[in-house]
């Protein structure tokens, strides 16, 4: 599959809308990790300026991966294989390049409408005819800062419903939107 996926920490918006950094959450590790390997991503970056909270992740990723939770849970450590934790996006996209051949296409997401949409069906079809990757990029707190957003090549339409509730976590928004891009129909 030439999609992989982005979590990232900085820029992002506090409730105030000030842009600053968030903490990673361990859910979003797990969760998010055994997302991409449930519709078989090449990789899941978690992208974190600060190195005190790289090497959480490191920590917490060598567990499941080497350690005795790989031993404990191998289905998990399968997962966690595909976690790949950066400092910046740009090392994302090389990482990416270095791994695909090709340098990535961005596709960036919030839960407002911020930019012209590329809708979920047409994400659908450039995935199965584009032969560079794709980086579908998620954001944690308030959302990610829109100057970020718009240095991206796309911005994909938001999950909308019937009704006016709209704050979902990012393990549930990544969710619904990787079963509209790449489920059974
Ligand atoms: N209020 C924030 C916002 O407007 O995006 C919620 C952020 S949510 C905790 C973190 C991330 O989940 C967002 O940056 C986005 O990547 C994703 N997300 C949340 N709700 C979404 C929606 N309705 N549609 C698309 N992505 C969503």
Redesign the pocket.
């Known amino acids: 599959m030439n999609l992989a996926i982005a979590l990232v920490h900085y820029p992002i918006y506090n409730r105030k809308g000030e842009v600053g950094c968030t903490n990673v959450t361990n859910f979003d590790l797990h969760d998010l990790a055994r997302l991409a390997r449930t519709y078989g991503l090449h990789h899941y970056y978690v992208i974190h300026p600060y190195q005190s909270q790289r090497d959480m992740v490191t920590r917490i990723h060598q567990y499941w991966t080497e350690g005795l939770g790989s031993k404990l849970n191998p289905d998990r450590k399968e997962a966690m294989d595909l976690l790949v934790v950066l400092a910046s996006l740009g090392e994302a996209i090389q990482h990416v390049t270095n791994s695909y051949g090709r340098a990535p296409w961005l596709v960036y ?4 409408s911020l930019f012209p949409p590329l809708t979920f069906q047409r994400l659908r079809r450039m995935l199965k005819t584009r032969k560079a990757p794709c980086l579908l ?8 800062q829109r100057e970020e957003i718009r240095r991206g090549n796309y911005f ?1 339409q ?3 419903t019937s009704s006016n509730y ?5 393990r549930s ?2 969710s619904i ?1 990787l079963d509209r891009l790449l489920g059974e129909r």
């Open positions: 997401t919030d839960a407002r990029i998620f954001g944690s707190g308030w959302g990610i994909l938001p999950i909308v709209n704050h979902l976590s990012v928004a990544a939107i």
